[in-house]
C-alpha cells in the first residue's frame, strides 16, 4: 500500500485564525519543529504521537491537543494506518487572539485536553470554516472555544505549578541567556539568515557553547528552529496566493528545489500540492 498524503489548507476570513489544515497520513512523521502561533488539533481517525518539551503526549479518543507557539514539538503516527486531523492554528498576536502567551506555561504542563463538549465544538467550528459567507457563524463558535480552553488553562490540576511563559524563552523580564539571545536573532533573520560565527560574534559565546545551550533550552538546533521558522513562513505566503518560486525567495530559501525539500519534511506535501486547494476540493495525495 502506498503512503497516504492528504492535505487541505486555507486561510479563513476570520479574525484570529491565521490558517486551517486538514490532513490525512499514514508513514510520515513530523520532525521536530516550531511555530510562532497556537496549534489547536483534533484527530478523527486514528492516533498521533508526539513530544512536546521533552515529554511524550498522544491523542486518544476525544482529546484535543493544543499546542503553544515557539515550543519544539514532532509528530507521528500511532499505527501504520495513519491518521486523519483538522487544525486551527490561532495568532496570539492577534487582536481578536482567544489565547496569549501568558498561557503558554499551562499548555505545555497539559497539552492533551480529554472533554468531549470541547472536541465537539471544535469540530462544529471546523464546519464552519469550509462554508464561505459564514464567517460570523465561525467567530462565535471560535469564541466559545477560547472560553473554554482558557478555561482549561486556567485550572491548577494539583500538584504541579503551572510553569510561567518565560521558562520557555518568551520574552520574559530580563535575565535572558545566550540561548534566548541566539532565537532572538533567528527571529530577526528569518529570511536573511545568520552564520553561526556571526552570532557567537554578537552575543560573546563560543559557537559550539552556543549550540548546546541553545539545543538544552529548547530541545532544538539553532538550524532547525530557523528552518522551521521559514517554512513557517512560506505557508503564509502561499495561501495568500504567492507562487512557490516567489514564497521561496522571500521567505529565505535559495530556491524553490530548495523550498520543496524542506517543505515536504516539515508539511509533507509539496508547496505546489499545498497551495492548490480550497475548503472542499483542496486535496493532493501520493507518496
Do not use: C
Amino acid at each position: 500500500m502506498r503512503p497516504q498524503r492528504e492535505v487541505s489548507a486555507w486561510r479563513p476570513r476570520v479574525p484570529g485564525i491565521v490558517e486551517v489544515f486538514h490532513a490525512h497520513y499514514t508513514e510520515y512523521a513530523y520532525p521536530m519543529h516550531v511555530h510562532d502561533v497556537w496549534t489547536l488539533l483534533i484527530v478523527d481517525d486514528g492516533a498521533v504521537r508526539y513530544e512536546l518539551d521533552r515529554h511524550e503526549h498522544g491523542t486518544p479518543d476525544d482529546t484535543v491537543s493544543l499546542l503553544p507557539p515557539f515550543v519544539p514539538h514532532n509528530g507521528e503516527p500511532v499505527t501504520d494506518a495513519g491518521f486523519r486531523k483538522r487544525v486551527l492554528y490561532l495568532d496570539p498576536a492577534s487582536s481578536a487572539s482567544v489565547l496569549d502567551e501568558s498561557l503558554i506555561g499551562a499548555a505545555v504542563d497539559g497539552p492533551d485536553l480529554r472533554d468531549p463538549l470541547l472536541r465537539r465544538r471544535v469540530a462544529e467550528l471546523h464546519t464552519a470554516l469550509a462554508r464561505p459567507g459564514d464567517e460570523l457563524e465561525a467567530e462565535s463558535r471560535l469564541a466559545l472555544v477560547g472560553e473554554r480552553l482558557r478555561g482549561h488553562l486556567g485550572r491548577n490540576p494539583g500538584r504541579n505549578p503551572r510553569r510561567p511563559a518565560a521558562d520557555f524563552g518568551l520574552r520574559g523580564p530580563g535575565g535572558r541567556t545566550v540561548a534566548h539571545r541566539l532565537r532572538e536573532l533567528l527571529d530577526e533573520r528569518v529570511a536573511d539568515g545568520i552564520t553561526l560565527e556571526e552570532a557567537a560574534g554578537t552575543v560573546q559565546a563560543h559557537p559550539a557553547h552556543l549550540v548546546r545551550a541553545f539545543g538544552a533550552a529548547f530541545g532544538i538546533a539553532p538550524h532547525q528552529y530557523l528552518m522551521s521558522r521559514r517554512v513557517e513562513r512560506a505557508r503564509r505566503l502561499l495561501l495568500e496566493g504567492m507562487r512557490p518560486s516567489e514564497a521561496a525567495a522571500v521567505a529565505g530559501f535559495y530556491d524553490q528545489a530548495h523550498l520543496t525539500r524542506h517543505f515536504r519534511r516539515w508539511v509533507g506535501v509539496t508547496p505546489g500540492r499545498y497551495r492548490g486547494g480550497s475548503p472542499t476540493s483542496r486535496h493532493a495525495s501520493g507518496g
